[in-house]
């Protein structure tokens, strides 16, 4: 497997030669990799570079924000109703764009890449005192989620489900981060529980964030001044929210199946 770091360039330097929403994702997933290994490592070092990468992945939010929207925009609207709004939404998704390119060619980038890419070769095999505490970090994790996932359920509030889909990710990254011929059967299950609850609430979550979008943009003077294009906010404001309802009640479904509390049971209890 390539290293992180290598990834992270090669992402990096195909973003800046053409930007394209898929390596942009691909950017966003090896720095969320890559901060779930350095949460494995003790050390205030790894704290403070796990805090600098996620600086760098919060500049790229806007921009995936905005390319899903338009993608979502693209299935949920008739074609009179895309041509009034596109030019109102790519202005919003290449400055969106725009701030990931000049993210990536910060000194603030380059700084804290060369300091990853040290760490990583450093760090190259995971410490014998890391090994030994991995399975103790994980029950951790496993217990982090099995409430959340209880809380979810229970309160149903958006506040509730964003945490569980927190906790799903960082368990997700953590059990990734494991060499396959080291997971336990056990942990090769809650991968593929993960990588499916991740679906659903990502999909979710989308929602969740272009209905903020678009309320956010009806209410500004340049749209709100023009009859059609509020009419096709509100026409894709309603389809966003109602197609949100589906992934949520997906996961709601998978999460009180018999089988993911046999998965996440055990390894609460600490076994």
Avoid at 41 to 63: H, I, S, W, Y
Avoid at 145 to 156: N, P, V
Avoid at 192 to 206: I, P, R, T
């Amino acid at each position: 497997m390539k290293r992180l770091s290598k990834k992270l360039a090669e992402r990096r330097q195909r973003l800046l030669e053409r930007y394209d929403p898929e390596d942009l994702h691909a950017l966003r997933v090896t720095l969320r990799r890559i901060r779930s290994r350095l949460k494995q490592l003790p050390g205030k070092k790894a704290a403070r570079l796990r805090q600098e990468l996620r600086v760098l992945a919060d500049a790229t939010n806007a921009a995936r924000d905005w390319d899903t929207l338009l993608a979502s925009a693209g299935q949920l609207l008739s074609a009179q109703q895309l041509a009034t709004l596109q030019a109102t939404l790519e202005q919003r998704q290449l400055a969106a764009r725009e701030n990931v390119t000049r993210m990536l060619q910060s000194a603030s980038w380059s700084a804290t890449f060369e300091r990853w890419e040290d760490y990583e070769q450093t760090h190259a095999g995971v410490p014998g005192k890391a090994v030994s505490q991995r399975r103790r970090k994980l029950a951790r994790t496993v217990r982090k989620l099995a409430t959340a996932r209880t809380r979810a359920l229970a309160e149903g509030s958006e506040r509730h489900w964003h945490k569980l889909r927190i906790a799903i990710k960082d368990l997700r990254y953590q059990v990734d981060a494991t060499p396959k011929r080291a997971r336990t059967a056990r942990e090769a299950d809650m991968l593929a529980l993960c990588k499916q609850l991740q679906v659903s609430l990502g999909e979710w979550h989308d929602a969740v964030v272009h209905t903020r979008l678009l309320r956010e943009l009806a209410q500004q003077p340049e749209p709100a001044s023009d009859a059609a294009v509020t009419a096709a906010l509100a026409s894709l404001r309603k389809a966003v929210e109602e197609r949100g309802l589906i992934p949520i009640e997906q996961a709601r479904q998978t999460l009180n199946q018999t089988q993911v509390l046999a998965v996440l049971g055990p390894l609460a209890e600490g076994v």
